[in-house]
């Protein structure tokens, strides 16, 4: 029992450098996920009915306005603020859910009036290096979503169930995907983007 004993401590011992190393790196990855994804990731209900759908759209036309408030009276400095280390700026995101709505709407017009079309997909990383994504006042890209959404939600809004379960194929990673589930998408990547700017400011 006396050379088990002392057995365990020095096996503990020995090993505690490589246990608490591994530990602070499962915490790190954690803190990470949080930071990448502060409201979780986009999960589908299983069951999308029209109240779901509403609640969706009556968020999506409510992220420009929330966004501008935000960021309002931001200095420079301050729109050069990152959410996480290695991270877009403020400035990036804004102009990124701008480009990525832009895209969004252009999808949602394919699946509406071709046959579960494939997309073009965008490397949204290389478009958030572009000069305009660098130089260009947010101010532009909230007026643009502010439009944008308004235009978008009218179409949304006048969706019907058959409508609403067109197909449209993602390149990328070959699924299909309904309208219905691109309206759940796009109301979660408003909140989510809204939240990394909401970090960048603590």
């Given at each position: 029992?006396?050379?088990?004993?002392?057995?365990?401590?020095?096996?503990?011992?020995?090993?505690?450098?490589?246990?608490?190393?591994?530990?602070?790196?499962?915490?790190?990855?954690?803190?990470?996920?949080?930071?990448?994804?502060?409201?979780?990731?986009?999960?589908?209900?299983?069951?999308?009915?029209?109240?779901?759908?509403?609640?969706?759209?009556?968020?999506?036309?409510?992220?420009?306005?929330?966004?501008?408030?935000?960021?309002?009276?931001?200095?420079?400095?301050?729109?050069?603020?990152?959410?996480?280390?290695?991270?877009?700026?403020?400035?990036?995101?804004?102009?990124?859910?701008?480009?990525?709505?832009?895209?969004?709407?252009?999808?949602?017009?394919?699946?509406?009036?071709?046959d579960n079309p494939t997309i073009k997909a965008y490397d949204e990383a290389r478009w958030a290096e572009l000069p305009d994504t660098q130089k260009t006042p947010i101010t532009i890209s909230?007026?643009?979503?502010?439009?944008?959404?308004?235009?978008?939600?009218?179409?949304?809004?006048?969706?019907?169930?058959?409508?609403?379960?067109?197909?449209?194929?993602?390149?990328?990673?070959?699924?299909?995907?309904?309208?219905?589930?691109?309206?759940?998408?796009?109301?979660?990547?408003?909140?989510?983007?809204?939240?990394?700017?909401?970090?960048?400011?603590?």
């Amino acid at each position: 029992m006396v050379k088990y004993a002392r057995y365990m401590i020095g096996f503990t011992i020995y090993h505690l450098p490589f246990t608490i190393y591994h530990f602070s790196f499962i915490i790190s990855i954690i803190k990470m996920e949080h930071l990448k994804y502060p409201i979780g990731r986009f999960k589908k209900p299983e069951n999308i009915d029209a109240a779901t759908i509403n609640k969706w759209i009556a968020e999506i036309e409510r992220i420009p306005n929330k966004l501008k408030e935000l960021t309002d009276t931001l200095s420079e400095e301050e729109l050069n603020r990152t959410y996480r280390p290695s991270g877009w700026t403020i400035r990036q995101v804004i102009h990124h859910i701008a480009d990525s709505h832009i895209n969004a709407y252009i999808r949602f017009k394919w699946a509406l009036t071709e046959d579960n079309p494939t997309i073009k997909a965008y490397d949204e990383a290389r478009w958030a290096e572009l000069p305009d994504t660098q130089k260009t006042p947010i101010t532009i890209s909230l007026y643009l979503l502010n439009e944008l959404h308004a235009r978008w939600s009218i179409l949304m809004r006048s969706l019907s169930e058959e409508d609403l379960n067109r197909t449209f194929l993602h390149p990328e990673n070959g699924n299909t995907y309904s309208l219905r589930d691109m309206v759940g998408l796009y109301a979660w990547h408003g909140k989510h983007h809204l939240e990394h700017v909401k970090i960048a400011l603590k």
